[in-house]
């Protein structure tokens, strides 16, 4: 009976045992502002994007959610992680956000059997909360390539950092501040591919010919 009693209370405890709450990177709002003159003539005349997964680097490519306390030091909450890698949940978000800038006339997730004229290829350097000061912050890096598919020449790169407070120090408030911080950084980054994209022409084709607008508001940059 004794044993019977302990193996219901060893039972009974492992019920108990709190179990890990899982987060997501939600799909962002992304209100970004077509680089060009001409937004209306874009979608049916722009180019083709084809965007590469990201990549993430060493320390950021898992589901757990990280925290830093002191410098080149990650650390990982026990009970708190995302429902994917950020990078597998960034993805689609950077599509969708690309495609608000109206300067593609469309932008493709790869792996897909479309061709494009350009390729975006990005980098998760960082995505943690940050407790080394209060309140705590929110850190998301991410390093971005555009590519002329046909002659392999990069176009552009930047990369872009945010730095957001979280909600509270709980991982909850980093998690929100992570979202807030993601949307920051993919309206930046589809500004980026349409300023880029404002500068490529097809094969064989001509620049086309600046107007008084175009050259004043490039002398006003």
Not at 73 to 87: C, G, H, I, M, Q
Request: charged share 20%; with cysteine; net charge neutral.
């Amino acid at each position: 009976m004794l044993l019977a009693l302990a193996a219901g209370c060893g039972t009974l405890r492992q019920t108990a045992t709190p179990q890990p709450a899982f987060y997501s990177l939600d799909d962002a709002r992304v209100e970004a502002r077509a680089a060009t003159r001409h937004p209306a003539t874009l979608s049916m005349s722009g180019p083709t994007l084809i965007v590469n997964p990201p990549h993430a680097a060493s320390g950021y490519d898992s589901q757990r959610i990280i925290y830093v306390r002191e410098a080149h030091k990650l650390e990982y909450f026990a009970r708190s992680e995302w429902v994917d890698t950020p990078a597998r949940m960034v993805a689609p978000l950077i599509v969708a956000a690309v495609e608000t800038s109206g300067a593609f006339r469309a932008v493709v997730l790869t792996p897909s059997a479309a061709t494009g004229d350009l390729r975006l290829d990005t980098e998760i350097t960082r995505l943690h909360h940050d407790f080394s000061s209060q309140p705590s912050r929110v850190r998301f890096t991410l390093r971005a390539y555009l590519v002329d598919n046909r002659t392999r020449r990069i176009l552009g790169s930047r990369e872009f950092d945010e730095n957001v407070d979280a909600a509270n120090e709980s991982p909850y408030g980093g998690v929100v501040g992570a979202n807030r911080a993601v949307q920051t950084v993919l309206g930046q980054l589809a500004e980026f591919c349409a300023d880029t994209a404002a500068n490529w022409h097809p094969p064989g084709s001509e620049a086309p010919k600046l107007t008084e607008e175009d050259l004043r508001l490039n002398a006003g940059r």
